[in-house]
């Protein structure tokens, strides 16, 4: 039998050119025809003369740009800065707002090739690299500016080592500041201005050892390594990686310096301490360009097993920075006249993180609408969107809540197509799945997102909700507390707690249950349903006056509560457990005043 040779992969050494036009999605949305003549023209007249020119050739055109490869570094970035100058002479008198501007991202790699397409970490990286360019601008690796330096006419700004999303390794990027007819003016702003640093850019510096044992210094690096990695999974974010950030390591450093050094928007400083038994971290989260404080915290507690102990500091510090950069860059969008859909998914989540009365949600629902209209593929505007319908579902907002779960459930699918690793979109599934008798479903799309990211304390939290409704609220209690020791000053720890206070009441500790709804108010005083289940257990225990107030303090929040509306908001299944516990809410707010109907 004559074994058969396997097929051959062809592979070569090339510079890959990855372009994009920035604002497409807007661009299309305000004239499809012309846009797409005026883009045609673009391609016909500036690109393809430029790439043919110095030997290149388009592997596929992808609607809002193309992949291009070279037989050489200096051939790809010569062609760039050709046509992206040509694209400046054509487009000089069209208004900023209408111009078309590609962004350009190179690389060299060692590709696998097919007729019609190549493939490969070389291709990933460049198409990364051309999302970091801005309008009109092209960025290139290390690699690449190792070839091209003091061949071509131009000069190159340093953006420091990038940790790119999918791409294990950081990268070293720089941007190109081209030279020559049509770019002196880029030249000149160079001098006098920094590149634009992009949204979500931080470095995490190396954290001071304040102790005066040298032995600590391994677990304060650690912090400082982790606290990197766990950063970069913030969707959007774009985290320097710590080499970089390590050569900044015991010098006295000006933030606004290293901000203008790496390009980055934000820096966080800290400081560790250790005396006798007990640890303090203090941490500040700064703005590079100002030197403006935007945010401080303080860790102290005893010194436990030093392993849990990092794990413990780098996701209470990852969730509390994803809430002050989120806030951080919803205030500059704010400031924006024309804020695209990713400013606006910044303004949205910022009003989801403040509260969840209906003032908000309809707010947040606003931004993320006119982010679907400027961009109908945006990851995060679908999930926004989900997370709104969740929350007034789960609010007993609505008396349609099938209705708003059921978009939810549309919209987070419909990120998932676009984004199967988006850990919010499936923690936002999975927490519809639980809404609509689908706890053991829920349960699973919980556990996924924390594959993803484990630091996601919401996905804790669903999972304990899911165990109360299908009846083991005995199990509640754990899921709810790793939430909180992971994030316990989080936006949502009110929801959490006012969880647990029901699951107490389900199987009968109303004291408890008391203390939860009490802790719970204490973070939210403007969440109805803590204000009625409180009134309900102060009902139980015989509390009839404070019950009563309690009660009070809900309708004046939501006066159309009723037993009615809730008990059949509650009756998300069948099991016999978590029903009887909903007759027994019931019967508290009954005591406590709360009509029936």
Same mark, same amino acid.
């Given at each position: ?6 097929? *051959? ?33 673009? =391609? ?5 003369? #430029? ?11 992808? &609607? ?13 970035? *010569? ?102 007819? &049509? @770019? ?41 390594? @982790? ?9 959007? @974010? ?78 209470? =510090? ?16 704010? $400031? ?50 989900? @997370? ?6 789960? #609010? ?7 209705? $708003? ?66 009846? %083991? ?45 009490? %802790? ?78």
């Amino acid at each position: 039998m004559v074994q058969e040779l396997p097929v *051959r992969v062809e592979r070569r050494l090339v510079a890959i050119l990855a372009a994009d036009v920035a604002g497409y999605s807007r661009l299309m949305h305000s004239d499809e025809e012309a846009t797409h003549a005026r883009l045609a023209a673009l =391609l016909t007249e500036a690109v393809h003369p #430029a790439i043919a020119e110095h030997a290149g050739r388009i592997v596929k055109n992808t &609607g809002d740009g193309f992949l291009a490869e070279f037989p050489s570094a200096v051939g790809a970035l *010569r062609a760039a800065m050709q046509f992206q100058t040509r694209i400046d002479e054509l487009t000089v008198d069209e208004a900023e707002n209408d111009r078309i501007a590609l962004r350009v991202g190179i690389n060299i790699g060692d590709v696998i090739v097919e007729p019609h397409d190549i493939f490969g970490d070389g291709v990933n990286i460049a198409a990364r690299l051309e999302g970091i360019a801005e309008p009109g601008g092209i960025c290139i690796s290390s690699s690449v500016c190792d070839y091209v330096r003091g061949k071509v006419g131009a000069k190159f700004a340093d953006l420091g080592e990038q940790n790119l999303k999918n791409i294990a390794l950081p990268v070293r990027v720089y941007a190109v500041v081209r030279d020559g007819p &049509g @770019s002196a003016t880029l030249a000149e702003r160079a001098k006098s201005e920094r590149l634009s640093p992009p949204r979500l850019s931080i470095v995490v510096l190396p954290f001071a050892n304040l102790s005066s044992d040298p032995q600590q210094e391994y677990f304060i690096d650690g912090v400082t390594e @982790s606290l990197t990695t766990d950063l970069s999974r913030i969707g959007g @974010s774009l985290v320097i990686g710590r080499h970089t950030a390590f050569t900044y390591k015991g010098k006295a450093v000006d933030l606004k310096q290293i901000g203008r050094e790496l390009n980055v928007r934000y820096a966080l400083e800290g400081s560790m301490q250790r005396g006798g038994d007990r640890l303090r971290v203090n941490v500040q989260l700064v703005e590079a360009e100002t030197g403006a404080h935007l945010w401080s915290d303080r860790f102290d507690k005893p010194v436990a097993d030093l392993f849990d102990m990092q794990d413990e500091i780098v996701s209470r =510090l990852a969730n509390a920075l994803n809430t002050q950069l989120v806030e951080a860059e919803a205030r500059r969008a704010g $400031r924006s006249l024309d804020p695209d859909a990713t400013d606006l998914n910044f303004q949205g989540n910022a009003c989801l993180n403040k509260a969840t009365t209906p003032e908000r949600l309809t707010q947040a629902r606003s931004f993320f609408e006119r982010a679907l209209i400027i961009d109908p593929r945006s990851v995060g505007a679908l999930v926004g969107l989900a @997370s709104v319908d969740l929350a007034v579902g789960a #609010a007993l907002l609505t008396d349609d809540r099938s209705v $708003r779960f059921s978009a939810a459930e549309t919209n987070a699918i419909k990120a998932l197509s676009l984004a199967p690793d988006d850990a919010p979109a499936h923690l936002i599934l999975g927490c519809v799945y639980i809404f609509t008798n689908r706890a053991m479903q829920g349960i699973a799309e919980c556990e996924q997102a924390l594959v993803l990211n484990p630091n996601l304390a919401d996905a804790h939290a669903a999972r304990g909700l899911a165990k109360f409704l299908i009846g %083991r609220s005995d199990e509640t209690e754990s899921h709810i507390l790793e939430a909180l020791r992971l994030s316990p000053r989080d936006t949502f720890a009110y929801w959490w707690m006012h969880l647990l206070g029901r699951a107490k009441m389900q199987h009968g500790a109303d004291a408890e249950a008391v203390d939860w709804l009490r %802790r719970s108010i204490e973070a939210n005083r403007n969440f109805p349903l803590t204000h009625i289940h409180l009134a309900a257990a102060l009902g139980l225990l015989g509390a009839l006056d404070e019950a009563r107030a309690a009660a009070k303090a809900g309708f004046a929040l939501d006066p159309g509560f009723t037993i009615r509306r809730f008990r059949t908001a509650a009756k998300l299944n069948d099991n016999l457990t978590y029903l009887a516990g909903v007759e027994r809410v019931c019967q508290g707010m009954r005591i406590a005043g709360v009509p029936e109907d």
